[in-house]
């Protein structure tokens, strides 16, 4: 009998990557990747306001062709061995629909509407409307229904995205049927079933973003809703009730999409949820291994059996569901808004004067121009981190805070903003890099420090991304601020790996996610231990860092 496969879709802040997995061994026969083009012009985006937006057509022609590439140049016993596929995307990222379930922005009176397109999970356009629903919840006088989601509501969620887009565009407002989440509308558009009401709804996005609870009976009450606006009482009754985990089907690929992918309509799509925690799944988590999902920015993820944490109320966290990572045991999501983002920021910052300058020397030519602007762009992270790499903990009285994009955990607040202190004329780049890295770090111990001071214990940590993957600097410095080791994952596409994992139990291949994970994980590559002299100093500058954040806080928000 041929060996079974499964695809794994990963949707990421800037591609799509698909990849073909044998479920007996976890190895990746085929792989593609689709950069977003609308996104990579800056379409529907404005970063002076935090707005963050993307145009379903990125989704769909990404879908196409990172698919059909994986497939390409693959034998028939693998294509016509293929069992499921499952999606995971990044989120929050609702889009509003109308009746059919198709994205306004689809529609041609709608086209190059922003609040139409996909609201990206790091758009902060909804900072006002998160306060609005925190301050409810705890004045209203019925249930706080923020109690499972770390008793803060933040901007990057369900609710505070609809109510501000619905007060800002009533064009939106009066032509919005539903609205959808990004991982349950691509399992929709290729099982054909895209009735809001009938869409199978994540799990994992239902519980993490949208206040779903099954104490509350589903979403917060139209009573509730209805003190925020009246519409989204409204809306309620058009959204779901039940929410659904990433083992079980969505359905069967339509024939429409089995014909654009070559694949046979007997092929079974899973539900979605999201990538952070198909990735966790992929990283091989089990119950108290902490996963760092390290990318542009972090997601922290635990499990834990239900009987242990199942009645313990988690709070600073970003949410605490029974089975959005693995159905049968208590997810819990914690993480950064910013890591891989802070460190972006500053290379773009240091290659203005490149991109700028060098664009309008006549005297150079187009092939050399580009060279220099791309290989400067490559290769300058790299050079900041063997610079900072060579500098004692002690080097500088530099100290950064690394809430350029606000801070997700502890207690959610996009109003939070970054911070650099103790600048002197021999503040060179490297140093100003040292100190933004040692922040991101401390603000990982933050995470690690909030889950212990609540009674859930680390046993471990696991990293997976592209920061974990690439810069041995960073890692080692988060080694050394959280005083543990860290193992990172073998498998360079993990979040991918991790869908397929789910997607071989839709399939029944594989009894249940653990059972997945053992036959398909690719283990680990890399152990960093901590250096403790390091750890040691780095103490007393975590204890600063706090002091820091408490009076940008306090003082200067």
């Known amino acids: 009998m041929s060996d079974k496969y ?7 802040t800037d591609s799509v990557r698909s990849v073909i997995v044998n479920t007996v061994n976890g190895e990746i026969a085929g792989s593609s990747v689709f950069e977003f083009p609308r996104w990579k012009k800056g379409l529907y985006c404005d970063p002076s306001v935090n707005q963050f937006r993307q145009h379903p057509l990125d989704y769909t022609e990404g879908l196409e062709f990172s698919v059909k590439g994986a497939l390409n140049g693959l034998p028939d016993s693998i294509r016509n061995n293929i069992a499921a596929i499952t999606v995971d995307t990044t989120g929050s990222t609702p889009v509003a629909v109308d009746r059919d379930g198709t994205p306004l922005s689809l529609r041609k009176e709608f086209e190059n509407d922003p609040d139409a397109m996909f609201i990206l999970w790091k758009d902060h356009t909804a ?97 509730f809703l209805a003190r925020l606006d009246p519409s989204l009482a409204d809306l309620r009754k058009r959204l779901y009730r039940d929410t659904f985990t990433c083992d079980v089907e969505a359905g069967n690929l339509s024939k429409d999409w089995a014909v654009r992918l070559g ?26 291994q902490l996963v760092k999902v390290m990318g542009t920015s972090t997601c922290d993820m635990m499990v834990a059996p239900m009987n242990e944490a199942g009645d313990k109320l988690v709070a600073g966290i970003c949410g605490q569901v029974d089975g959005s990572i693995i159905p049968g045991m208590l997810g819990l999501e914690s993480g950064q808004s910013a890591f891989g983002d802070v460190y972006a920021w500053f290379g773009k910052l240091l290659s203005w004067p490149v991109e700028e300058i060098i664009s309008g020397l006549t005297w150079i030519d187009n092939e050399i121009r580009n060279r220099i602007l791309q290989e400067t762009s490559e290769k300058i992270i790299p050079e900041l981190s063997l610079k900072a790499e060579s500098l004692p903990v002690n080097d500088t009285a530099l100290l950064a805070l690394d809430w350029l994009n606000g801070r997700r ?38 995470i690690n420090e909030r889950f212990i001071s609540e009674g859930v214990k680390i046993n471990g940590v696991i990293a997976i991304g592209g920061v974990a993957k690439k810069n041995p600097f960073v890692m080692q410095t988060v080694a050394d601020v959280l005083n543990m080791p860290i193992r990172v994952a073998a498998s360079d596409q993990t979040c991918a790996l991790g869908s397929a994992m789910a997607a071989s139990v839709v399939a029944g291949i594989h009894k249940n996610i653990p059972a997945a994970q053992k036959a398909m994980g690719g283990g680990f590559e890399k152990v960093y231990h901590p250096d403790r002299s390091r750890a040691e100093k780095y103490n007393q500058l975590y204890d600063n860092y706090k002091k820091l954040g408490s009076f940008i806080e306090k003082e200067l928000t």
């Open 6 to 12: 499964v695809i794994g879709i990963d949707y990421g």
């Open 127 to 223: 900072v006002e409307e998160a306060a609005e629903i925190n301050e409810l919840a705890k004045s209203w006088g019925g249930v706080d229904y923020t109690m499972y989601e770390g008793g803060v509501y933040s901007s990057e969620w369900f609710w505070a995205k609809i109510l501000h887009i619905i007060r800002r565009n009533r064009k939106i407002r009066d032509n919005a049927w539903s609205w959808v989440e990004h991982c349950d509308w691509i399992p929709a558009l290729l099982t054909g079933e895209t009735d809001p009401l009938r869409i199978k709804r994540s799990r994992c996005a239902a519980g993490h973003k949208a206040m779903w609870h099954e104490d509350f009976k589903g979403l917060p009450s139209e009573t």
């Open 263 to 288: 694949l046979s309509t007997e092929v079974k799509v899973g539900t979605g949820a999201f990538d952070a925690h198909l990735g966790a799944v992929g990283g091989e988590i089990e119950p108290y």
């Open 409 to 446: 955990t502890p207690f959610a607040n996009q109003a939070l903003k970054g911070a650099i202190t103790g600048l002197t004329l021999g503040s060179d780049a490297p140093r100003i890099f040292k100190a933004l890295v040692e922040a991101t770090a401390f603000g990982s111990r933050m």
